[in-house]
């Protein structure tokens, strides 16, 4: 059986390689899973979605598939991702399930699984579910069928409905917000996806002035030339409506973006060196440590190092600086795309909790976002995609380190060199940054022909 888990669970065209039935039988394999951890009690699932019209059919084979498992199901309804994990911390439950492709196009959908206490599941448990899943589709396939293997009777997991979902994970948010936004102005993106109640909620209930746009999901329309991968109309709201900042959130809320008043854009790493500076402040900055990504902007480096505060650096992908956050005790960290963890607050990225403590900043502080932002040049940066036919190859080959090595030579404290190959398709990414765009783009086109020659 193919690898059914990407870097962030499930995910493909709904009703094409997402299928009910795929749906059925993984959420009945993690409910399995979870029972073979631990029998001791009846296991129960928070379930939720963002508004595609997809996300009611796969709602109904997710709840079929672990009731059938004998697991409880506590339907929350269209809520973002983050408030999914905060629910299953909340209400003890034992698994969270949320349906949603995040900023992907409608068309698609994926299931992203939480286990007890909201946080992501280990390779090993995905593993397990695979496994399971794969011993399904064999015995269905040689005519065997599993249903001794079910529970029956009064063992069948029930559906319930929770009803206030939304105002717990509102008050949540408003607990984790250290100071009121009373007298700005603001404009959310809801991206007509699943911030599109709790986003405009939590905000006005915080004490902004808000004005919401895409914040009327029909099914069809989540990320539809809105939200945080577009970014335009933020920037033109924000100037008709003379707001101090705009906040843009993606499909499933477990990111966002923000422009300043001027509708400049302020991108995730500008928001982890604005948070980190305020955390630093308020004692919160454990270590006085933040945690990034190999892709974030040289600028933030230097920001940080000229403050006193150390940058941690990972891999590519949120699961890799959320392993660094716990490995550490750290309490902050995230990715220029604009998910950002903080570990004390939640358990995964909350698009949300980041714009309330960002506008915290802005508010407790009297500067502009602008202003605080300024704190970090953004260094420019080119990134090239060179199709190879060996990785390998590239990664052990002289004439490529001593390409790179010349280059950063060239550069060296006001620039920045990365190649990194593609987990899934033979490419390797070559990322220059230097001081000017000419600069970047010279330097990488040059770096991208040796790569290519070489592989």
């Known amino acids: 059986m193919a690898r059914l888990f990407g870097t962030d669970g499930v995910r493909g ?18 409910a399995r899973v979870l029972v073979a951890h631990d029998s001791s009690h009846r296991p129960i699932a928070v379930v939720g979605r963002d508004p595609r019209a997809s996300g009611e059919m796969l709602q109904a084979a997710v709840s079929a598939g672990l009731t059938s498992a004998g697991a409880d199901v506590m339907q929350v309804g269209v809520l973002p991702t983050p408030a999914i994990a905060h629910l299953v911390g909340e209400l003890n439950a034992d698994l969270g399930v949320m349906i949603s492709a995040s900023h992907n196009p409608m068309p698609d959908n994926g299931i ?56 717990r994970y509102v008050a949540h948010l408003l607990k984790s ?8 102005r603001v404009v959310v993106d809801c991206a007509n996806g699943a911030a599109w109640a709790a986003a405009p909620q939590a905000y006005r209930e915080a004490g902004a002035e808000v004005i919401a746009i895409h914040a009327l999901p029909d099914g069809e329309n989540i990320n539809d030339g809105c939200g945080s991968t577009h970014l335009d109309a933020i920037r033109e709201a924000v100037l008709a409506e003379q707001a101090d900042l705009g ?15 001027a509708g400049e854009l302020i991108d995730g790493d500008q928001i982890m060196a604005v948070l980190a500076l305020a955390m630093k402040d308020d004692g919160e900055l454990v270590q006085d ?14 920001a940080m190092r000229e403050h006193g505060l150390n940058l941690l650096t990972t891999a590519v992908g949120d ?22 963890v903080l570990p004390a607050y939640a358990t995964t990225g909350d698009g949300l909790l980041t714009a309330l403590r960002l506008m915290a900043r802005v508010s407790a502080s009297g500067r502009t976002l602008a202003d605080l ?16 036919a060996d990785k390998a190859a590239v990664a052990s080959s002289a004439s490529v380190s001593e390409a790179v090595a010349k280059v950063e030579s060239e550069l060296g404290e006001t620039g920045r060199v990365l190649l990194r190959p593609s987990g899934t398709e033979q490419l390797v990414r070559v990322m220059v940054e230097a001081p000017t765009h000419d600069t970047a783009e010279t330097a990488a086109k040059r770096l991208a022909t040796v790569v290519s020659s070489v592989g």
């Open 373 to 388: 932002a300024g704190v970090m040049s953004r260094l420019p940066q080119v990134l090239v995609n060179v199709k190879v």
């Open 289 to 302: 440590t933040l945690v990034a990504t190999v892709m974030s902007n040289l600028g933030l480096h230097l």
């Open 177 to 184: 917000t250290p100071h009121r936004l009373d007298g700005l």
């Open 112 to 167: 992203k699984l939480f286990a007890a206490g909201g946080h992501k599941l280990p390779d090993s448990v995905e593993n397990e579910i695979e496994a399971d899943v794969g011993g399904i589709d064999a015995a269905t396939k040689a005519g065997v069928g599993r249903a001794g293997n079910r529970p029956t009777g009064a063992a069948v997991g029930r559906v319930y409905e929770i009803p206030d979902a939304l105002d």
């Open 13 to 30: 065209l709904a009703n094409g390689d997402l299928t009910p039935e795929l749906a059925l039988s993984v959420s009945a394999a993690a």
């Open 247 to 261: 906040i843009a959130h993606d499909g499933d809320a477990d990111r966002c973006l923000a422009v300043d008043a």
């Open 319 to 340: 699961r890799y600086v959320l392993e660094e956050l716990r490995a550490g005790g750290y309490s902050l960290g995230g990715e220029q795309s604009g998910h950002v």
